[in-house]
Structures are given as C-alpha cells and as structure tokens.
C-alpha cells in the first residue's frame, strides 16, 4: 500500500489561473480530508469528503475553492482564479471510516 | 471557540535530558487529544491520542481536563526524536482536526 499520494508535489501558477491539486487516498479508504498550512502556522481544516459526498466543508473559503471525492479516480481541490494568499501547502489526508486518518506528502501551491 | 495553543515554537534539548512540549487547549465539550510527528522529509503521522493511554517512543501525554492540557513528554531525549511536533483537537470520534501551530524540537548530542 502506497499510502496517501498527492499530486503535482509543487504547482506554481500566476495570479488568476487555476489550480488542481490531487490526491488519491490509501486503497480501501472511503474518506478524504483536506487541510491548508500557510508558512508558521499548523494545518488547518477546510473540507472532508465521502465518495461523492461532502460531509462538512466548514473551513473552505466561500468562493473560488471547491472540492470533489468523485465514485471513481482522486479527489480534487480546485482553486480559481489563484491570488498571492493562496501560496500555501495544501494536505489531504484519508481514514477507513472515519477512523485515524494517514497523511499525504502534500502539495506546495505558489502563486506569481 | 477551539482552540489549540502551542506556546514553544522552538525546542532545543540535549540528548538524554527530558522534554515536554506544552499543548493548551480550548474547547467547550469532550474533545479527543491526539500529538503528530513530522520527522524530516516524512509525512505527518499520528504519534499517540490521549484516549489510548500509551506510550509511543518513550512518549506519554496525559490529558489534564481541569488544565484543558496535553503535554507530550519523554524522560530522555533520543536524536532520532529531532522533528516537528503538532498538537491536534478532534471535537467528535475521529472527526476532523484542528491543530495547533507546531513545536519544532532538536535534540543536540
């Protein structure tokens, strides 16, 4: 078992693009959690999904930031129109069933 | 509000000294504690939670609810314990976490 893995490592886009980060859960787990972590500070929650399902997207930014857990393939965390705060390093992690969850090596997001 | 304070950013302890890393919390109900590793070029990985009681490398962390407290301790510091240390609240049984911003330690020989 691979583990968690995400995917680009590092994604550099320019003010107003678009960013697709990836992240393909360990074999077998239903759940998929992300989390952000500006510099000097710790992880913090934006969203946790089930197949096809958002249970709870309390910490993602009301506009521009979306994800999805589609029945088949990764889960996404798509950002529109990047802005310089976006720069971040983004975590997704996953559980069983909601059960301890396993951390991807995570995505470093830096935008022009 | 939650509310997880990690008041040490820094940590730098001799090899064989004792070392504990302060974790305050705040949170209005039962939360569940857990404590976080990152060695270098690793990933985030789960290190003990409070509600199973054990020892993990050496490490204990005891869950003083009259404090809202949940210090990580280790009687002697070993090298291999050099890693970034993250204090996490769970407000429901293994629902999402809320973490605090990290205790960086360094165990020096």
């Known amino acids: 078992n691979a583990g968690v893995m995400q995917n680009p490592r590092h994604l550099v886009r320019r003010r107003g693009q678009e960013a697709r980060l990836r992240c393909s859960p360990m074999?077998?787990?239903?759940?998929v959690y992300w989390y952000r972590q500006l510099p000097e500070e710790g992880l913090k929650f934006m969203v946790y999904?089930?197949?096809?399902?958002?249970?709870?997207e309390s910490g993602m930014p009301k506009e521009r930031f979306s994800a999805e857990f589609p029945k088949e393939g990764p889960s996404i965390l798509r950002i529109q129109q990047v802005v310089r705060g976006d720069s971040a390093a983004y975590f997704c992690?996953?559980?069983?069933?909601?059960?301890?969850?396993?951390f991807g090596p995570g995505t470093r997001l830096t935008v022009l | 509000a939650q509310r997880v304070t990690q008041p040490e950013k820094l940590l730098s302890v001799f090899k064989g000294a004792p070392v504990e890393l302060k974790c305050n919390y705040s949170?209005?109900?039962?939360?569940?504690l857990f404590w976080y590793v990152q060695y270098s070029r690793q990933r985030l990985q789960l290190l003990l939670r409070?509600?199973s009681r054990e020892s993990i490398k050496g490490f204990t962390a005891d869950l003083n609810k009259g404090e809202t407290s949940f210090h990580l301790k280790k009687p002697f510091a070993q090298e291999e314990d050099s890693a970034m240390y993250y204090c996490?609240?769970?407000?429901?049984?293994?629902?999402?976490?809320?973490f605090g911003a990290g205790t960086q330690v360094v165990v020096t020989p």
């Open positions: 992690a996953s559980s069983l069933s909601g059960g301890e969850q396993f």
């Open positions: 074999k077998g787990h239903s759940h």
């Open positions: 999904l089930q197949k096809e399902n958002i249970i709870d």
């Open positions: 949170y209005s109900g039962s939360p569940e």
């Open positions: 409070h509600i």
């Open positions: 996490a609240l769970s407000g429901g049984s293994w629902g999402k976490l809320q």
